[in-house]
């Protein structure tokens, strides 16, 4: 079965500070990858995705990843990073539903806080 | 355009009662989703609909969870009875069509006593 792994539940960064957030995932033919982010008390807002093509993709916000298929790695950067970029992270990936439906399959989240 | 609207934000209930949720799609989204999000983990898929019919609710608990998307736009989400361990987030989204990147709701904080 398809799944997600976000190897770091809490990251803090200083703001102005680079900033990696990692996501593993497991699904046997090319992937469909996402980035999402979700602040307090609101829903999920969509980063940027990869479907096909150019590995390294660019998202809103200043954010990118880059999908690397030797690693099923699709890990995701930020050069500076912003007091309002504290948040929580889902990395996901499209897989296999009921009936031969797809459907999203999150990983657990990493958790950023950003200190002044 | 207007995002996914949810009701309510939050619920509070004792165990064995019942909920629901209510969820409006964005407009022209044929596909709706239901997620859980409890504490600490990523949504869970509960259930998804194209139109109104069922594509996939394979992780829906049946015994007390139920969905509905009777005219194929607003859907409402039902717990019967509760249990402790409903305790979570419920998040609605809406996608164009199947398969095309989804818009999620604020969502409705669930808290069972």
């Known amino acids: 079965a398809q799944s997600v792994t976000q190897p770091d539940i809490h990251i803090t960064v200083s703001e102005g500070a680079s900033l990696e957030l990692r996501c593993n995932y497991s699904?046997?033919?090319?992937?469909?990858l996402f980035w999402y982010v979700q602040s307090p008390g609101q829903g999920l807002q969509l980063l940027l995705k990869?479907?096909?093509?150019?590995?390294l993709v660019q998202g809103i916000k200043g954010f990118e990843a880059e999908f690397k298929r030797s690693q099923s790695s699709f890990n995701l950067r930020k050069p500076s990073v912003h007091w309002s970029d504290a948040a929580e992270y889902f990395c996901?990936?499209?897989?296999?539903?009921?009936?031969?439906?797809?459907?999203?399959?999150f990983g657990k989240g990493t958790k950023l806080t950003v200190n002044p | 355009e207007a995002g996914v609207a949810q009701s309510p934000r939050y619920k509070i209930i004792e165990k064995r009662q019942s909920v629901a949720f209510w969820c409006n799609p964005i407009?022209?989204?044929?596909?709706l989703y239901w997620y859980q999000q409890i504490l600490g983990q990523g949504p869970k898929l509960l259930i998804q609909?194209?139109?109104?019919?069922?594509?996939?609710d394979s992780q829906l608990p049946k015994d007390r969870f139920s969905a509905e998307r009777l005219k194929g736009v607003d859907s409402t989400l039902k717990i019967q009875p509760a249990k402790l361990e409903d305790s979570a987030v419920y998040l609605c989204?809406?996608?164009?069509?199947?398969?095309?990147?989804?818009?999620f709701g604020d969502g409705t904080r669930l808290s069972i006593l």
């Open positions: 609909f194209q139109n109104n019919g069922v594509v996939d």
């Open positions: 699904y046997g033919a090319t992937p469909y």
């Open positions: 407009s022209g989204h044929a596909t």
């Open positions: 989204a809406s996608s164009l069509m199947l398969n095309q990147p989804q818009h």
């Open positions: 990869y479907f096909s093509g150019d590995t």
């Open positions: 996901a990936v499209v897989g296999m539903g009921q009936g031969g439906s797809e459907k999203l399959v």
